[in-house]
């Protein structure tokens, strides 16, 4: 029954929000439904694995053989809760802000919230179709309508882009189901298919999935729709794009795409990752060109998600695990740093890099913890992110899915160093150095924003300190996905 | 050459010709006049072909009511050769070209039919006339014949529409 | 008689009339020429019909009646556009002084 | 039986209705009652299946099975609608509306016509039906210009396919054996197929593709649309289109499923022309109703697959054409009726209209969206149905590719207006929009939705269809 | 005793917690003494443990505290390894650090308060790490430790952040270390793929059944993570410009603890590498290279604090040597004495810029008569660090020299070079420094004075075992089991001797060798006194010397070779790639379908003949597909 509240919940809510006229009133209302969400996935944590609360399924379509079956597994679990933390994260954060008509607003983040949800906990095709369309259209909205300048092109442009991918994914998914045995969408008649699909047909389903999960997370070449969408929508959706949103491709890629096929996944598993690698590089070299900071994070996500899907197609349990918990490392990381530059951009309505500096003395508190997210950023030990990082690269230096694992290691490897470079130049130009006259009358945070940075802080360092418990969450499932990505034809 | 085939080629011959003629015409009266003597010579053929009802129809029908219309509209129009200035030339030849390789596909294609032996019967065979045919008609195709009355219900409301004066 | 000289005949009148349907622009004419088509498509039909009766008179007395039948009911419907067709060239006539379907572009792209 | 005599009947009643009754809203109410009545008339005929009202033997010219119903209900059921939104316009058309409501039943005769044609003939007739009154109603505002001219360029073309059907027709009943219209006999079989059937079938694929208005042969569909009076766009774009392209499925589905090879590549040709021009053109329209009329075609594209889909065991095609129907027709239907009201047909006309009538903006988004496939609206199974349908063939990979990359252009207009309602600023304009009208479009709307996420009702009344 | 071996991190981290915490609201002498008393702390517990690990039937420890990461083969816990050679590293940086911290409480006065708390905070968090990094009981640990230092250096490079030039020198020094780490991280996957595991029993234990080859690359791998935290070619120019740091930090973590992180990790793998002879070779040539490179360009500095920069560069480059030559307690002990001196160097030189406000040493001089204690104790560092008998330098140095003559006479001969340039321009610093006259300005002069006793005393402790430091391993040849150092270590190295014995030099060879040693460090002093004691050189060298000033362009070189073409190619991706290719095909699409619909819809010119004839094409293409293609 879990899963269907995460889905109803925010849904239910977001549809009333629409007829809460007073804007703080919505505020508050989406806060508290956010909270109520982030308790019941933790409650969900505390039941074991394969509970009968943790799935539910109900008829729906029974002609086209598809089921309202939804259920959490381990992966299920770590990308809810990532979602139910960030919600309130990001509503508490931008507390002080204000939108305009702030009911809508808000309506359409909860809808967006359970998009995301149902995208995270769907066990069915078609279902997940669905919800991975739905997640979309209000996110389409919220850029459109409250984001910068070019907000109408470029949430335009990511629309479309997005829109494609999923339109090709439809493609497989139908072709799958009219393979499968029993004519159902089911996630389980889907892992049937193996013996069905003949290799040439795998390879270009393989390309069918793969684009619209690379589109999505993004990967090099498809990545061009993200600068530009982060930088114009409104930081509070940019959080939601960037720190769950993504998470769908690595998602779609874990659960949809390398156990069902297995043998397409094998057969290029060496191109997507040279793509993933490319893009690592590459998005790292650009980021550090960067002189606006929301492009700059946008490029460094970039860099960090090619990472983890390199680690996906490594094929062992290490990397996978890895991925596991970087997805939601990278979630909190990156909404931590969405927030400091908020924060900067509000107070002192610029992104430039060039225009910003010595904060440092007008901010202590913003910058300590800024300086710590950027080192979790740069995956520095007993950060969340080292130990994410160090699972993933370790599966592919040990990966026997590829030959070229050593090449894949120390490239990729490269972009650790280069992650550092812009990180510390950020830093170094934001926040130290002397005040300039834009940067001399800065105050430091609020309340809210305190509140919500330190307890991302503290997350951060826990998980890096001791990620075991982290680990065991999603345990049992890395190990099916990797049988099945194991048993190729 | 017996005289059924004379009769044959010499209508389809004046057919085809007059029916040239009723594209080629400039004036409109004229192409009426020569698609009359089309219809003449197509009744012909009815006639050839033992098809006396649908001739005699034909003959009624367009020749009579149909023609005598579009007569009536030029008349009412008085259209003559000069209300139509030269058409771009190009257009005309292009259209020519494209009637002819329609033309030529029919042919392609037809070319490789094997119809030799089949023959359409000439003056003879009972069903063409008005007996049988009415008998079809109120029997078989009494529906379709019920029906065609609602198509010329809403062709008289149409007109009625469109002539009325507002 | 052979059927292929009907079907060519018919087919012939038929592509005249298309190909006066494409190179004049007096509407009325090129209504005629949809005329002339229709009555390629009777000849033919009238044709087929005979050939059906030819080669099934001995099962079927009136095989191929119901080829005559449709020409006669193309002819009923034939009567009832035309009537439709002409109003609505009068009603353009009336509005513009021009049958001339050139003249006709004011809906384009 | 039932809809073909009734819709007749009521088109007479209409008629005199016009020349009794001055009073516009008792000739407004007889026609949204006759809608009702004929669908009553038409759901008694399709459960009680083989005994209507009216007990003649027609002599197989017509069978009525549950498909041909249905598609009748739908038809009526637009209609319906149709009128409850707009027959307000349709008498603000011009001064004689009962006649206007007569053509619109005659058009309903012929719609019954060609969804229950077993024989040439009927659909010959059925056809003429359809396209005679249409031709009326397109020209029906007498003194505007572009009325007149789409109304000409309609009836020459539309004559011009009669012929060309018409042909196509002889020839096949030269090819036939047996020497019938019946629909059942023209069809060859597994035998090799003679030249006189290739040319028939072309031919008749030709006019049909005229009706359905598929490229190369659509040319006349958005000067039409854009020519005549809105309230008749809507009603030619919805439930005439549709019954058109049933009249081509059943002769398909009937005569040529084993001929299936003979045609697969030239339908699969047309539609891919179809969807490729559809969509392109609609991209750079400036008014919408003409956008409406490119992306109708756009449609047709997609409803093509059906065609390609007949020769499969599964009725997925048939499912499939009626789901697309439905949803085309009732998202068509609610946005002509938003754009009847609406003084300025462009884009720039909807600026800034969620700010100030938010719901109409709001169920323009959803028919919007439902006409663009989006999940959770009709429009998403419509094209489901159309793509499982050309995968299940398995010869069209190709094509179904490029169907959802045409979709993808699709959305570029669609979303045009959406983002003209929403992310633009415009002047407030004057649109009358009764209460009764929102509740109905809201109505609608939500039909839409429902549809979307449970289309299962249809579904379920389809899945016992035997053909 | 040892079970309580977290303790010992545990509490700077204490105090790193508190001062970090609450460093708006402690005042100055609080601060100081939570900061030094944590130290002092650990300081008193590693004694303690030292103590139990003296005591003869010690086994090895590992402590285990929780499970860090454990996924299905690979298990990697959170514990320390307790023995000897942590325990010694232990002392030195608890000790050392300790003394720091106090002479630091004196140095730092000036700053506001939060920010003196904020100095604390670092340096406490810095002697956690580092304490980590010698504790962790697998390679996993050690690296959180590695790289937890290298952060703290990197925030105390920066401690001044206003000033942008010390941020850049952070930032080097950060990235440079980031590059070694890459190195050493990927040798540890190597180790998860070859043994599974990380932890040091376990690896050392299979390690002598992997190839060579295997051995090799791991080793060189970790050695590359040395050169990057050791500061060693081709890594080493972070160091010079860490002196942008506070003297106390440079003192700590550049001189005494941190750099000499690679030769403990070396030590501690010592298996691995006597089991790797290319690799040896590899560090050796390296260590010597280095030393002499550093050497060669200290001679020429004018920055009091640079010239102890590459002194320390140098003088590790010998303990490399050392590694490479095998001579593994001879590295350590030259880590140990080296701690001692170069720290005292450091803090001496902090007093004196203290004093002074200066760094420049040509603006110095004559200061013997101002700081009588800073003098002293900085003449005996100079005497150590010279290898001036019985200074604790000599001693060590010499081992490591002995040992390399053993190997190859080259590194020998090098290596004495370097000790006569190390004797030369420590005193050309000496002399500079506080002989002759103060060359400064009038009101510099004027408030010239003694440091306070929080700095003199921890110079004086320093100066003490910078003296004594050297009887810790007295040569064999003087006494036999003298060498106590060598026998307390021996348990850690045992595996290596096992494998090679090394044989030690014959008695009056060895002898001959200190003679000689001794003999160019004298040379040095002597000349440099001489020299530079009456008549300091102030202008800047030209020819040859100004090559050296210049550190042999070397950093010029990486901002050409390495820096600047990055630039340009990451310039080129954002501005030409990005922009105008990818990008540009993407909106492409969009444009071509806005062209392609202006286009086609001119198919729909309004002409009825138009239509119909396109119409009729359109027929005639369906034919000819179906009759003519189709056969």
Avoid at chain 1, 390 to 405: C, D, E
Avoid at chain 5, 225 to 241: H, V
Avoid at chain 5, 377 to 384: D, E, G
Wanted: hydrophobic residues 55%.
């Amino acid at each position: 029954m879990i899963p269907v509240l995460f889905i109803l919940v925010p849904l239910l809510s977001g549809l009333v929000g629409f007829f809460i006229k007073n804007g703080n009133a919505a505020k508050k209302w989406s806060l508290f439904v956010s909270v109520v969400t982030l308790v019941i996935s933790l409650y969900s944590l505390t039941l074991g694995k394969n509970a009968p609360a943790l799935n539910y399924s109900a008829s729906w379509l029974p002609s086209l053989g598809s089921k309202f079956s939804v259920e959490l597994d381990g992966l299920s679990v770590i990308l809810t809760l990532l979602t139910a933390v960030s919600f309130p994260a990001i509503f508490i954060a931008t507390y002080n802000k204000e939108y305009k008509n702030q009911g809508n607003f808000y309506a359409l983040m909860l809808l967006s919230q359970a998009g995301l949800m149902g995208v995270f906990v769907a066990t069915d095709a078609l279902l997940f179709y669905f919800f991975w369309e739905l997640a979309l259209i209000p996110v389409y909205f919220l850029c459109s309508i409250w984001g910068g300048d070019r907000r109408i092109q470029a949430a335009f442009k990511f629309f479309i882009y997005t829109f494609v991918g999923s339109l090709l994914m439809l493609i497989g998914i139908i072709y799958l189901y009219l393979h499968t045995t029993d004519h159902s969408f089911s996630l389980q008649s889907f892992y049937k298919l193996k013996s069905y699909i003949p290799a040439a047909d795998q390879t270009w389903l393989f390309w069918l999935f793969f684009v619209a999960f690379g589109i999505k997370m993004p990967i090099f070449p498809f990545h061009t729709w993200q600068p530009d969408t982060y930088e114009q929508s409104p930081t509070a959706v940019t959080m939601v794009l960037s720190g769950v949103m993504v998470k769908m491709g690595l998602f779609g890629l874990i659960r949809w795409l390398a156990p069902v096929l297995a043998g397409g996944t094998w057969l290029w598993g060496d191109t997507a990752s040279a793509l993933c690698i490319i893009g690592m590089i590459y998005a790292s070299l650009i980021a550090i060109q960067q002189d606006d900071l929301k492009r700059l994070v946008a490029y460094s996500s970039i860099a960090h998600i090619g990472l983890m899907c390199l680690a996906v197609f490594a094929t062992t349990q290490t990397g996978l695990q890895g991925v596991m918990i970087q997805m939601f490392n990278h979630g909190i990381n990156i909404i931590a740093l969405w927030i400091v530059v908020e924060l900067i951009e509000r107070q002192l309505g610029t992104r430039k890099i060039s225009e910003l500096g010595g904060l440092a003395q007008k901010a202590p508190v913003l910058s300590i913890l800024l300086v710590v997210v950027a080192l979790a950023n740069v995956a520095l030990p007993l950060t969340n992110a080292f130990v994410g990082e160090f699972l993933m690269f370790s599966g592919i230096y040990t990966s026997t899915a590829t030959t070229y694992n050593v090449v894949f290691t120390v490239t990729a490897g490269i972009s650790i160093i280069l992650s550092a470079v812009y990180m510390l130049n950020m830093i170094q130009k934001v926040f130290f150095g002397n005040t300039n006259s834009l940067t001399e009358n800065v105050r430091d945070i609020q309340w809210n924003e305190k509140l919500i940075l330190v307890a991302l802080v503290l997350l951060i360092v826990l998980i890096g300190i001791y990620p075991q418990p982290a680990l065991e969450l999603t345990k049992t499932t890395v190990d099916t996905i990797i049988t099945k990505m194991n048993a190729k034809f | 050459m017996s005289p059924t085939q004379i009769l044959f080629w010499f209508l389809s011959v004046l057919a085809i010709f007059s029916a040239i003629m009723v594209v080629a015409s400039k004036s409109p009266v004229h192409s009426v006049l020569w698609l009359i003597v089309v219809f003449f010579a197509i009744s012909g053929h009815y006639i050839l072909l033992n098809a006396q009802f649908i001739a005699i129809v034909n003959l009624i029908v367009y020749a009579g009511a149909i023609m005598v219309l579009f007569l009536f509209v030029i008349m009412l129009m008085n259209l003559n050769a000069e209300t139509e200035p030269q058409k771009n030339k190009w257009l005309k030849i292009a259209g020519v070209i494209a009637g002819g390789a329609l033309l030529m596909v029919f042919v392609a294609a037809l070319k490789n039919a094997d119809l030799k032996n089949q023959l359409a019967q000439v003056n003879q065979g009972e069903i063409g006339l008005i007996s049988n045919l009415g008998m079809a008609l109120f029997h078989d195709y009494v529906v379709p014949f019920e029906v065609s009355s609602v198509l010329f219900l809403s062709a008289m409301v149409g007109a009625v529409v469109i002539g009325k004066k507002e | 008689m052979p059927i292929n000289y009907y079907i060519f005949l018919s087919v012939a009148l038929f592509c005249i009339g298309v190909a006066g349907v494409l190179t004049r622009r007096n509407a009325i004419i090129i209504f005629m020429c949809i005329e002339l088509m229709l009555n390629a498509v009777n000849l033919l039909l009238v044709a087929f019909s005979k050939m059906h009766h030819a080669a099934l008179a001995a099962s079927n007395a009136s095989a191929g009646i119901n080829g005559q039948i449709f020409v006669f009911f193309i002819m009923v419907v034939a009567a009832a556009e035309v009537s439709v067709g002409l109003a609505i060239i009068v009603m353009m006539y009336r509005n513009t002084h021009s049958v001339d379907v050139n003249f006709l572009n004011r809906l384009k792209h | 039986m039932n809809a073909i005599i009734l819709s007749a009947a009521w088109g007479v009643v209409m008629m005199f209705s016009g020349a009794f009754s001055k009073s516009k809203v008792v000739i407004r109410y007889l026609a949204i009652a006759g809608a009702a009545f004929l669908i009553i008339a038409n759901l008694a005929d399709l459960y009680s299946q083989g005994n209507p009202f009216f007990h003649i033997d027609t002599k197989e010219m017509l069978t009525f099975n549950v498909f041909g119903l249905l598609v009748n209900t739908i038809a009526f059921a637009s209609t319906l609608i149709y009128f409850l939104l707009s027959a307000k316009d349709i008498e603000d058309v011009g001064t004689n509306s009962g006649e206007y409501f007569a053509l619109i039943f005659f058009v309903l005769c012929g719609v019954s016509l060609v969804t229950s044609y077993n024989n040439l003939l009927i659909l010959f007739i059925g056809i003429e039906t359809l396209s005679i009154p249409l031709y009326i109603l397109t020209g029906s505002s007498k003194r505007n210009l572009k009325s007149n001219e789409a109304s000409l360029k309609y009836f020459l073309m539309g004559a011009f396919s009669t012929g060309i059907m018409l042909l196509g027709i002889a020839f096949l009943y030269g090819a036939s054996k047996t020497g019938s219209f019946f629909i059942d006999d023209i069809g060859i079989g597994k035998t090799p197929a003679s030249p006189l059937f290739i040319i028939g079938l072309i031919l008749l694929t030709t006019s049909f593709s005229f009706k359905v208005s598929a490229v190369p042969f659509h040319f006349w569909t958005p000067d039409v649309y854009d020519g005549s009076p809105t309230v008749f766009t809507s009603f030619m774009a919805t439930v005439v289109k549709g019954a058109a392209f049933v009249a081509f499925i059943r002769l398909f589905a009937d005569s040529f499923t084993e001929a299936e090879p003979k045609w697969r590549l030239i339908i699969a040709i047309i539609t891919a022309a179809t969807l490729f021009v559809g969509n392109i053109t609609a991209v750079f329209q400036q008014s919408v109703k003409r956008m409406l009329a490119y992306s109708s075609i756009a449609q047709v594209g997609f409803m093509l697959f059906a065609i390609l889909g007949v020769s499969l065991k599964t009725n997925t095609a048939q499912e499939g054409i009626l789901l697309y129907i439905t949803a085309y027709s009732l998202a068509s239907i609610g946005i002509f009726a938003i754009l009847t009201r609406m003084k300025d047909h462009s884009f720039e006309g909807f600026n800034g209209l969620a700010k100030h009538q938010p719901l109409l903006a709001g169920v323009n988004t959803v028919f919007l969206l439902s006409l663009a496939g989006i999940p959770l609206t009709a429009g998403f199974f419509a094209k489901y149905y159309m793509l499982v349908t050309a995968l299940q063939t398995g010869n069209f990979f190709w094509l179904v590719i490029f169907a959802v990359l045409c979709a993808a252009v699709s959305v570029y207009y669609y979303f045009r207006v959406i983002q003209a309602m929403y992310f633009k600023e415009g002047e407030r304009q004057e649109i009358e929009a009764s209460p009764a009208f929102k509740s109905l479009l809201v109505i609608v709307a939500v039909t839409i939705v429902l549809i979307g996420i449970f289309p299962q009702w249809l579904i379920s009344k389809l899945s016992i269809i035997y053909f | 005793m040892s079970k309580l071996v977290y303790l010992v991190p545990l509490s700077p981290f204490i105090g790193f917690l508190l001062n970090g915490l609450l460093r708006k609201n402690l005042s100055k002498s609080l601060t100081g003494i939570i900061a030094c008393g944590t130290v002092l702390v650990s300081f008193i517990v590693s004694l303690l443990i030292f103590f139990d690990v003296r005591k003869d039937g010690f086994e090895t420890e590992i402590v285990s505290l929780f499970n860090f990461i454990h996924i299905g083969a690979l298990k990697i816990s959170f514990a320390f390894q307790v023995d000897q050679l942590s325990v010694l590293f232990l002392l030195i940086i608890t000790g050392v650090g300790f003394l720091i911290h106090v002479y630091s409480t004196a140095y730092m006065h000036d700053e506001e308060n939060d920010h003196f708390a904020r100095y604390f905070a670092y340096l406490n968090l810095f002697v956690f790490s580092m304490l980590i990094l010698v504790l962790g009981a697998n390679y996993v640990i050690m690296f959180i430790g590695w790289e937890g230092v290298g952060l703290c250096s990197y925030l105390l490079i920066g401690y001044w952040f206003k000033n942008v030039e010390y941020g850049n020198a952070a930032k080097k020094a950060f990235i440079m270390n980031r590059i070694g780490d890459l190195g050493f991280l990927i040798a540890v996957f190597w180790m998860i793929s070859k043994f599974g595991a990380v932890t040091f029993s376990e690896v050392f234990s299979k390690a002598p059944t992997a190839p060579v080859a295997v051995l090799t690359g791991i080793t060189l791998l970790l050695f590359i993570g040395a050169t990057g935290k050791s500061a060693q070619i081709p890594l080493y120019t972070w160091l010079p410009d860490a002196m942008a740091g506070p003297t106390p930090v440079s003192a700590l973590i550049h001189a005494a603890t941190m750099v000499t992180a690679g030769i403990y990790m070396i030590a501690r793998s010592n298996i691995m590498y006597t089991l790797a002879p290319t690799t040896q070779t590899v560090i050796a040539i390296v260590g010597t290279a280095t030393a002499l490179l550093a050497a060669s360009i200290a001679v020429k500095q004018n920055d009091i604090k640079k010239v102890l920069a590459y002194s320390t560069v140098s003088q590790l480059g010998y303990m490399f040597l050392a590694l490479g030559v095998g001579a593994y307690t001879g590295a350590v002990f030259h880590v140990m004495t080296h701690a001692f001196f170069k720290a005292l160097l450091f803090l001496g030189a902090g007093s004196v810029i203290h004093a002074a406000h200066e760094q420049d040493i040509r603006k110095m001089g004559g200061l013997k008569k101002f700081m009588p204690v800073t003098h002293i104790t900085f003449l005996l560092a100079c005497l150590a660090i010279a290898g001036i008998p019985p200074f604790s330098g000599f001693f060590s140095k010499d081992e490591i020299l002995s040992a390399a003559y053993e190997k190859n006479k080259i590194y020998y001969l090098v290596g004495a070079f370097t000790a006569l340039l190390t004797a030369f321009y420590m005193f050309r610093l000496y002399a500079t420094t506080f002989l002759g006259k103060f060359r400064g300005t009038s009101e510099q002069e004027h408030h010239l004075h003694e440091s306070p006793s929080a700095i003199t005393i921890p110079l004086i402790i320093l100066a003490i075992l910078a003296v004594i430091g050297g009887f810790a391993g007295i040569p064999e040849v003087f006494a036999k089991g003298s060498h106590w150092l060598h026998q307390f270590l021996s348990p850690v190295f045992a595996g290596s001797e096992k494998i090679k014995e090394v044989h030690v030099v014959a008695a009056n060879q060895e002898l001959m060798l200190m003679a000689v040693s001794v003999g160019v460090a004298i040379v040095g002093v002597v000349y440099a006194w001489s020299k530079f004691s009456k008549n300091p050189e102030l202008e800047d060298a030209k020819g040859f010397g100004k090559l050296l000033a210049d550190r042999w362009y070397v950093d010029e070189l990486y901002n050409a070779i390495i820096v600047k073409p990055l630039n340009a190619f990451g310039k080129f991706l954002n501005e030409v790639v990005e922009k105008s290719i990818i990008d540009w095909m993407v909106n492409g699409v969009g444009k071509a379908v806005q062209y392609g619909s202006r286009q086609i819809r001119l198919l729909q010119s309004g002409q009825v003949g138009g239509y119909v004839l396109l119409m009729v094409i359109g027929m005639v293409i369906l034919f000819i597909v179906e009759i003519f293609i189709k056969k």
